[in-house]
């Protein structure tokens, strides 16, 4: 009989270790309850290229934190254990490439072992409900000054310009949500982030693809800028460098260029992603529209057709830093494109002066015939 009350006794204090032990691990997090890996649409995935170039895992891990993310969940459990590295770079893919998720904070917790991802907003629920409604309401807005344009180019065209028109740089002010689609469409001021978010989010209400790039500049600052597919072609855009906060005045320096042009003064980290090659020069405004030159020769003849159309603001890219160089000393002080107007047929009576604009950085000319 002892020997049966011993038995007992043994499988009672081992039934207490067991739930006592699972009652631990379900407290440490060892064993929690986990969602069933799912995965974005093909819909949601196609206006997501760095989504794409996610393993399995990571798209799974992605997905979990979108929906938690759209819903601020204080607690967004994961389909299984990450390394502490991949949820960090994931979070920052998110933070940046989700342009709607304006409100998530870029300050992240993570661990070496990450299970469950701990979030950080901007605000409470509430204050962000109502900057949600903001949003959209603005982004209706915007969509319908870019519905009309049929080209996936001419849709571009119309984000890059409605953002450089509806907002103004912030230089330095710690605003909280300058970094954000929110500050620069909502707000109307935002850094190159900000500028670069909301590109992001226009063009995918548009049907185009676009990814945020971070990096440097040829200054060594940290900057952001974006990159746009068109017709299958990538290109670089970058909506805050042609942003010249002078009402009506909208620069084409940065506008569907291919890597060797802005590659001179942009150089992405590809610290989360890889972004894409941009080998294709065709639909750059200079080349488009004619204004590159390689000679002199080439020089005068983009002066001459630009001014017999009336144009009394000519801009011109150089493809020899020489030519660059020595413009104003050849057409300029020596009045050469006062003589080419004349010979135009310009009416030059009026005429007092020839201003000129350089970039250096792009190995462009402005020239303003006052």
Known sequence: MAKKALIIGFICICVMFVVSGVTFLRESGVLRDRPEPQYLSDEEAEYRPVYEQLSDGEKAAYEALLRGIDGMKDVIPLPRDIDGDVYSRLYCIIEK??????????????????????????????????????????????????????????????????????????????????????????????????????????????????????????????????????????????????DTDVSGVIRNNYFLCDDESFGRTHFADNKYFQSFECGDNSRDYYVSNDLVADSFGKTEEILRREIKKGNDEIRIKFTDEELFETFGKNFIDNQRVFEIALECGADIGGMTAVTLEENAQNMVVTVVLN
């Not at 901007?122 to 409900?129: H, N, S, Y």
């Not at 870019?146 to 912030?170: F, K, M, P, V, W």
């Not at 440097?216 to 974006?226: I, L, P, S, T, V």
């Open 97 to 242: 490439q989700e342009a709607e998720f304006f409100y998530l904070d870029s300050v992240f917790n993570t661990a070496k072992i990450v299970g469950e991802a701990k979030m950080n907003y901007r605000e409470a629920a509430d204050l962000v409900e109502w900057k949600r409604y903001e949003l959209d309401a603005v982004v209706n807005k915007a969509m319908k000054t870019i519905e009309g344009a049929g080209s996936e180019t001419q849709r571009a065209r119309r984000i890059h310009d409605y953002l450089i028109r509806s907002c103004t740089y912030n230089i330095g002010k710690d605003e909280k949500y300058a970094a954000t689609a929110y500050g620069c469409l909502v707000e109307r001021e935002a850094n190159c982030e900000g500028y670069a978010k909301a590109f992001n989010l226009l063009a995918s209400k548009a049907g185009l693809k676009s990814v945020l790039i971070t990096g440097k500049n040829d200054k060594g600052e940290n900057h952001a800028w974006n990159q746009v597919n068109i017709d299958g072609q990538w290109y670089n855009v970058d909506v805050t460098w042609d």
